[in-house]
């Protein structure tokens, strides 16, 4: 039996037309997500600290194609959000998905973690989703056209690791947010979600999940590797565009079975 062509599915997944905000987009996550909505149609807007970084990203994104631009900016500081946001819409028109990907990594034993530390991973994982999320949710409700909005969530926010309790703390913390998010904000049409991604390969952590550690860490894990960065393109899209028009306060774990398996 024929089964019949659907050219409209995948059309679904498509993004021409909308606007994109990334926090985080320098480097790792932030910046594979770029590359993924740029082609699929999205204007992109990067945005982070490291504003060198994001310059050599849009210039690679307009090569391919795509229309982009580089907002330097710090998720710690009130004002610098609501600056950065506003520039990425008065430059595309609105803004209709935001990624909130921007966090920093720790790693100490519980005992050892001294209140700046604790405070530090705080203000960007955890005060930093909030800050970016309530001005996305501010000027998605006055545009009066919904919107998607994807907090970076981890897998360490849903299981215990050791040595992570500060990052796994913020992570936890964004997971309860983003469902809180997606009650209130359902409302307005505005959809929130939240990927937690497992171990993936990137700069931060390449030379540890080589080593004896890393390897060990991985062997505990069912598929025992890490995830390529486009492992996480189906879910990131299905999110991101009308294929999930019907998804909000979803956590959706892409870790190889690591949530089952570690702590």
């Keep these: 039996m024929e089964l019949p062509i659907l050219p409209d599915l995948f059309d679904k997944f498509r993004l021409d037309g909308k606007s994109v905000f990334i926090t985080g987009a320098s480097s790792g996550f932030g910046r594979h997500f770029a590359d993924v909505l740029s082609q699929a149609g999205a204007n992109v807007a990067l945005a982070a600290r490291r504003k060198d970084r994001l310059d050599q990203a849009v210039g690679m994104l307009e090569k391919t194609g795509g229309t982009a631009i580089a907002i330097e900016l710090d998720v710690t500081d009130d004002k610098a959000v609501d600056t950065a946001f506003s520039k990425a819409a008065d430059t595309f028109g609105g803004i209709d998905i935001v990624i909130n ?125 890490a995830g390529n960065m486009e492992e996480l393109d189906g879910a990131l899209l299905l999110l991101a565009s009308d294929a999930g028009s019907f998804m909000t306060g979803s956590i959706v774990s892409i870790d190889g079975g690591a949530g089952l398996s570690l702590g």
Excluded: C
């Excluded at 700046?116 to 409700?141: I, P, S, Y």
């Excluded at 703390?169 to 990927?195: C, P």
């Excluded at 171990?199 to 060990?216: C, E, M, Q, V």
């Design 101 to 225: 990907n921007a966090g920093v990594p720790s790693s100490q034993w519980f005992v050892d973690i001294s209140q700046d530390e604790w405070r530090r991973v705080m203000d960007v994982n955890l005060d930093g989703v909030f800050r970016v999320g309530q001005a996305a949710a501010r000027h998605m409700t006055v545009r009066g056209q919904g919107g998607s909005i994807i907090n970076i969530a981890s897998v360490a926010g849903l299981t215990p690791v050791r040595l992570l309790s500060a990052y796994s703390a913020t992570k936890a913390a964004v997971i309860s947010l983003t469902r809180s998010m997606a009650l209130e904000l359902s409302r307005d049409n505005i959809r929130v979600n939240a990927l937690a991604p497992g171990y993936f390969t990137t700069d931060i952590n390449r030379d540890y999940l080589a080593s004896p550690g890393g390897a060990r860490l991985l062997s505990k894990i069912p598929f025992q590797r």
